[in-house]
């Protein structure tokens, strides 16, 4: 069993930065390509980014640029620095780990249970 638990999420105001944690727990953390994504209420659950474990990244068109992945293999943490909120920010934010770097959910095996962000 992977677990995955996210951390950071909140409230913000249009503008500000929050950064969004995930603790992997795993000993081959640094193996796996590890995502993000976000659903907003009615919606598909929507790929944001991806690290493969070359450390390769991935991002979704709208938020490249503001967003940025990351992750620490020796905390088996994997980041996400949210830059430049706005109101279509706010979701359920999910971390997620795979054998396939990809912003596709179905790729990834093992998901977190989400954090919140809400930005007015």
């Known amino acids: 069993h992977v677990q995955l638990v996210e951390s950071g999420g909140g409230s913000a105001q249009v503008g500000d930065s929050l950064t969004l944690s995930c603790v992997v727990s795993?000993?081959?953390?640094?193996?796996?390509?590890v995502g993000w994504f976000r659903q907003r209420p009615g919606t598909e659950r929507e790929g944001l980014a991806s690290?493969?474990?070359?450390?390769?990244?991935t991002y979704e068109g709208t938020v490249e640029r503001r967003f940025t992945i990351s992750k620490d293999n020796a905390k088996n943490t994997l980041y996400l620095q949210m830059n430049s909120l706005k109101p279509e920010d706010t979701a359920m934010y999910y971390c997620?780990?795979?054998?396939?770097?990809?912003?596709?959910?179905?790729?990834?095996?093992?998901w977190g249970q989400g954090t919140q962000v809400t930005v007015s």
């Open positions: 795993n000993d081959n953390f640094q193996l796996y390509c």
């Open positions: 690290i493969g474990w070359d450390n390769k990244t």
């Open positions: 997620a780990a795979g054998q396939i770097a990809a912003l596709t959910a179905r790729y990834y095996n093992y």
